[in-house]
Every structure is written in C-alpha cells, then in structure tokens.
C-alpha cells in the first residue's frame, strides 16, 4: 500500500541514430489505494510507461516515487511491486501452487507453511483452490488469468500493476472479469495501475484515466469528467462508442458555418471561443435527438442513409443532404425499440448545451457541454 | 499411381468388367477403387489378397507397398538383420579362419568370459565415464555459453558460429590436432601450462588422465552443438518469463535455476541422447588418435576393445559378444528417449 507519483516520466528508445520519444514527460500521482487506468491507441507509450514503474524498462529522464522514495534506480526484484502480463506469463513447469508460491519465496523469508496457508487463502479469494496442483498448460483460458492475478495478489505488494490483463479473454468473460476485477481492488485497497487499450474497460474500472496518445499525457481525471469535460479534441473522440461526431467549422458573428450546414451559438458559448475563429464541432451521438419537427435553428431536415441496429440502441448514420460524404454525415444513437429505416427524412436536434468545440489547431477543448448540476457533483473536482 | 495398380490387378485378376471399373473410378475421384462393392463379385485371388491386407492395415497397404517395401527390406536385412546374426554369431564359439561358426551348439560362454575379463570391464567402465562425464560437461558448458549468448550480447552471430564451427570438424581433424596439442614436449597445452610453472604433463602417456584428456578434446568439440541446442530452448521462452520472475523478487541467477533452465528440459533430453550417441562413437577419436585398434593404456572403450578382439585376434564370437554389450548400453539410452517422445506424441 503506496502512493505512487510519475514526475516528468521521458523515455526515448535509440533505433541506429534515430531517437524514438516513447513517453514524454508524464506526470501523474497515484493516491494509495487508487485505481488508475492507463489507456490509449497502440503505441501511445502506455506499456513502456508501466515497464517503467515495473523496472523492466530503464527511465531516460524524470522520477517514479512510491512512497515518496524515488525508485527509478532500485532493481525490478527488490521494488515491492506485482506485475500482471498480458500473456499471463505462468511458469509452465510449475503447478498453480508453485506459481503462486514464487513470488513469496523468492521476495520475503516467510517460512514455507506460511507462504502455503497465503497461497490458499489468494486462491480461495479467488475461487481456484481446486487448480492449486494443476499445471497451467491444464487450464482455460480464464483459468488462467485467475491464476497471474492470484500471483499478484498473493504477495501483498504495494502496487498493482496490470498490463492489459482481460485482452486475451472472450467478450462474456471479459465483462465478468471486469466486475471482478473492480471488486477485487476494492477489497484489497492496492494501488493500481491498469493499462488497455480498451475504452469500456478504462470508463468502467478506474477511479481516474490516464490518456496517453504519442507518449504525451492529455488528460488525468475521473471517466465521467473525461467523457464530458474532454480536454482535447483527441480525448474527446477516444471516449466513447461510437466516436463523437466532428466538424470542421468557421465561425462567424455567433453562427458556427460548416461545409453542410450552419449552427448558430448564444453568446455563453461565443464568450468561450474567444477570438480563434478555425474550430472544430462536436457532438456525442447520443445527444443527438431525433424526431418532432423543425422549431429552431439547431433542428435539420435529414436523411437516413445506414441503420446498424444493435438491440438496445441503434446506430443511425444521417447525412445532411442526399449524398454520403465525409463532411456532411451525423452519426446519432435511439432507442432500440424505435422504428427507423434508410432513407427515411427525419429532424435531428442538436442542442447547444451538448456541443463541444475545440480549437481546430492544437486540439484544445474551448467549450464542453453543460452539465446538469446533479452530475457535477458526482464528477467531482479533477 | 493407384490407377497403375488397379490397371495390374485388373490385368492380373483378370477383372474384364471395364464398366463397372469405370463407374467405380467415377464415384471416387480420388481413385481409390480399393472398397468398391459393385465389383466384388468378380474379383480375381491378387484383388482379395490385397483388400484382405487393405483391410488389415488401412486403405492404401497394397498402393504405397513400392514406396515403403524397399528400404523396408533393406533396413531389415542390414541393421536389425545383421544385429541378430551378430547375436548369434555372440553364442557360438567362432575364432581364427579355421571353420564356419557352429549354430548348432549355443551358450552364453562368451558373455561369461567378457563378464571376467578385466579388459572387457576397464573397457565397460571407461565407456560409462566417458559417457557420464563428455555429456554433462558438454551440456553443462553448452548452456554456459548459450545462456551468455542470448544475453543480447555484441556480435551474437559471430560468436555462436565460432562455437559452433567445432563440430563440423570431423573426428580424425580433432584428434589429430589434440594429439599435437597434448605433445609431451613441444604441445601448446604443455607450453602455456608451463609458463605458469606446471607440468610438463603426459597427456596421452599417462593412463589415469588420457581418458580425461580425450574427455576434454570431446567436449570442446560438442559444447558448440550442446549450445545450439539450448540456444533454440531459451529462444522459445517467451521474455514475459524473465520479467515475471524479476519482478516476482527473483535474482538473476534464482531466476535462471528456478525458471528458465527447467524449461530447458526437452532441450536437455535431446541434446544428451545425441551426445551419448557420439559418447559411444568414440572410437573414431580413438583409433585417429594412435592410428591402430590399441588406444593409449587407460583409454580403451568397449568400441576399441571390440574391435581388437574381432579383427585383430580372430575372437569373433567374444568381439560380437562386446558388440552386443555395447548395442545393450545404446538402446538403453535411446530407449527411454523413444519411449518419452512416444508418450508426447512425437512419435
């Protein structure tokens, strides 16, 4: 149990004379107790940013702390961290047991009955103490998994560290693992840092996310705030499923001109743009209302071209004008009871107090939606 | 090629009833006209033969006999053939050029007088030390240098083929160059060994350390395979293992022996029934060594020993005897080799 702080985090890996910037100086710092989820596109430096907290990767520049005692220049082995591999990284000549036991061997001088009574209380905790004597060659694929967190479990170390555990699991099992996963820490109370790739995973399972995007950090904040309050463009269309809905627009003497159409803004939001007049419109496909009639300038007439039905929702591609095109096309989401069909004409509201606008040049959000104040109060300050 | 045989069988059998063959033909293109119900009242004696073995052995018995049946043969007749006519030859009491072997009179007289005979024992004994000692050393030097290698090191190509390049060395070169190497007064062994103040020492002359000594020459020539070997075992260790055992607390060296050298347990089993097989060709090293059948005293192997006592003392019957004992050892290593990987289905 440790607080945890990354400060200026850099590493550069050198390729020949090349230099390839990894992670660029990240700063964050982890509460004891926490759980973090470290999450961006592949390559965004997030496993190397791990890698470093475990010790597998040398740190360039910049300090890790636990605990207020810089670690960067102690061995893997002697900082008390437990690490869960994407492969899980089972010990195939060793029984579930054995794998299990390792770790407390080889990191404490507990006595052998000692380290045994750990081991089956982590696979009671776990629900495995029938795998105990197993080998993991003998396991499923979820078997397996439960096994390299009881391996982390069992030793009791200061901090978690997850890298991408669930990927290799199927989508039921995932889920349920998730759940799991999420009760687990919370039982526990271990710092943790978690990395995916996996939006879902990171909105359901972290206190905070980390967003990484080209070893660059965006933004540290609960999910609900990050979903909401995006800081950047590139924040605000990683968040979600399906993407934000962007385009590019100009504006004008309070009117936002796109190539499509034109949304007029009320002065609030004009205040917030200030005098950048290249902006980039956004809106979540779920705050996209459709149907009634045209009653203001934030309703379009528009056109149905694909319907992806999903059940509970489905997924409606609208387009301005009749054809398809990569600027004229509004993705919303209804209800999944609604009846809707490609081609139809149909009148989508957009409200202004669901739009976000950002600066088309660096990415920066100007303005975010309004949220109600109930909802506030549970985002919470940053 | 099934076509062909169906074609012979017809001819042969004299099957006239082309129609049915046809239709037969049709119905399986792969040309299996093997199991055909439609013509099996009128097959000939070679047809029923053959469905009778098909029916035994599987489907493609009698078609893919011109392809396995010859080296069948051949094997049968020179190795497991020749073996149980050196088994015999064992039994009876066979010497000089006088007379034939007498089959008619067998006993076990000459694995008696092999089982008393001192040189037959030193010989047996020499065998199983060099057998013991060249294979683990080799192994154990071979995952020294491959465990080195797989560091990551600098010019990583360069030095596995400079270990390697022994080994393709044959055994007369190697033996020949030891030999100058263990030269009593002028070798470079006895010269550098010197410069530290100790020896000279005769390598090859004194018989409690010329077994040693070839034992030495041996491994330096094999620990470059030992570490190929070893070499492919750690590549297929996934590096997530190394980490996990490093981040698990364990130091490099606990790491290795309690996580990645016990994974080297195929690598292991098959890089030492190799060797053991070399162990026991020896003789090669031997006979270039001294250039006769008589290895320096101390040295003598149950191959050499063998040998002497067919070819150059006429003891047929006791040389064969030796010749069993030696083919008892072997199969005794390779057995419980073959046995492993049936059970792992690699057989």
């Excluded at chain 1, 978690?194 to 540290?220: F, K, N, P, S």
């Excluded at chain 2, 009778?52 to 094997?75: A, I, K, N, T």
């Excluded at chain 2, 996580?259 to 080297?264: A, D, H, N, S, Y």
């Excluded at chain 2, 072997?330 to 990987?341: E, H, M």
């Amino acid at each position: 149990m440790a607080d945890l702080e990354l400060d200026s985090l850099t590493k550069i890996f050198h390729d020949g004379d090349d230099e390839i910037v990894a992670v660029d100086d990240v700063s964050v710092s982890i509460d004891d107790g926490e759980f973090v989820v470290v999450v961006g596109p592949s390559g965004c430096g997030k496993s190397t940013t791990l890698r470093m907290v475990a010790g597998l990767e040398s740190v360039t520049s910049g300090t890790i702390r636990l605990d207020g005692e810089s670690i960067e220049d102690v061995k893997s082995q002697n900082r008390d961290i437990a690490m869960v591999f994407q492969s899980y990284a089972l010990y195939p000549h060793m029984t579930v047991r054995g794998n299990m036991a390792f770790g407390l061997e080889e990191s404490t001088d507990l006595p052998d009955d000692e380290i045994q009574r750990r081991v089956e209380e982590t696979a009671e905790l776990l629900d495995i103490p029938e795998l105990l004597d197993r080998k993991p060659t003998e396991l499923s694929g979820g078997q397996q998994q439960r096994v390299a967190l009881g391996r982390a479990i069992v030793r009791d170390p200061a901090v978690f560290l997850m890298d991408e555990p669930l990927s290799n699991l199927d989508a039921k099992l995932r889920a349920q693992m998730r759940t799991e996963l999420q009760r687990l820490q919370e039982d526990l109370g271990v710092t943790t840092v978690y990395v995916t790739h996996d939006q879902t995973e990171a909105m359901t399972m972290g206190d905070r996310i980390a967003i990484l995007d080209g070893g660059r950090l965006q933004q540290v904040a609960t999910p609900l705030k990050c979903y909401h309050e995006p800081a950047n463009r590139f924040v605000a269309g990683f968040l979600g499923e399906p993407a934000m809905n962007f385009f590019d627009v100009e504006h004008r003497d309070g009117t936002l001109v796109a190539a499509a159409f034109e949304y007029p803004i009320s002065d609030d939001v004009a205040a917030d743009l200030g005098s950048t007049r290249e902006l980039v419109l956004g809106i979540r496909p779920e705050a996209v209302e459709i149907g009634g009639s045209v009653t203001d300038e934030h309703h379009f007439g528009m056109t149905v071209d694909v319907v992806e039905p999903m059940g509970d929702e489905n997924t409606v591609y609208l387009t301005f004008g009749d054809e398809a095109t990569e600027t004229n096309t509004l993705v919303a989401t209804t209800g999944g009871m609604r009846q809707i069909s490609a081609g139809q004409s149909v009148v989508a509201h957009i409200p202004e107090d669901a739009i976000h606008v950002f600066d088309r040049t660096s990415g920066r959000a100007l303005h975010n939606r309004r949220v109600k104040s109930e909802d506030v109060a549970e985002i919470g300050p940053e | 090629m099934p076509g062909i045989v169906s074609r012979l069988r017809r001819a042969v059998g004299g099957d006239s009833d082309t129609t049915a063959d046809t239709t037969g033909t049709d119905a399986r293109p792969d040309g299996g006209t093997v199991t055909e119900g439609t013509r099996r009242e009128r097959r000939g004696p070679i047809e029923r033969v053959g469905q009778s073995l098909d029916d035994r052995f599987g489907g493609d018995f009698v078609e893919s006999l011109p392809f396995w049946l010859p080296p069948f043969l051949l094997m049968g007749l020179f190795v497991y053939g020749a073996i149980v006519w050196n088994l015999l030859i064992s039994l009876t009491d066979y010497q000089g050029f006088a007379q034939a072997p007498d089959y008619g009179n067998l006993d076990f007289e000459m694995y008696v007088r092999a089982a008393t005979d001192s040189g037959v024992i030193d010989a047996t004994i020499n065998t199983f030390i060099l057998i013991v000692a060249f294979t683990s050393a080799t192994l154990v030097i071979g995952l020294a240098l491959a465990i080195l290698i797989d560091r990551g090191i600098r010019f990583e190509n360069t030095f596995r083929t400079i270990y390697l390049l022994p080994m393709s060395l044959s055994f007369v070169v190697t033996a020949q160059f030891w030999l100058w190497m263990y030269n009593f007064n002028n070798g470079v062994v006895n010269i550098a060994l010197g410069t530290f103040g100790i020896g000279p020492i005769d390598w090859i002359g004194n018989s409690s350390i010329v077994l040693w000594a070839v034992i030495f020459a041996l491994v330096w020539q094999f620990s470059g395979y030992a570490m190929v070997v070893y070499l492919a075992g750690l590549r297929a260790i996934p590096s997530e293992h190394y980490e996990a055992a490093k981040v698990d607390g364990a130091s490099t060296l606990r790491m290795y022996r309690r996580v990645i050298i016990p994974q080297l347990k195929g690598a292991t089993i098959s890089a030492s029934v190799v060797l053991m097989v070399f162990a026991l060709k020896a003789f090669d090293f031997l006979y270039s060594l001294v250039s006769n059948f008589r290895p320096p005293n101390g040295a003598d192997i149950l191959a050499t020993k063998m040998v002497r006592e067919a070819y150059s003392n006429q003891n047929w019957a006791f040389g064969a005897a030796i010749a069993i004992i030696l083919f008892a050892m072997a199969l005794s290593i390779i057995g419980p080799y073959l046995v492993y990987q049936y059970r792992r289905g690699n057989l």
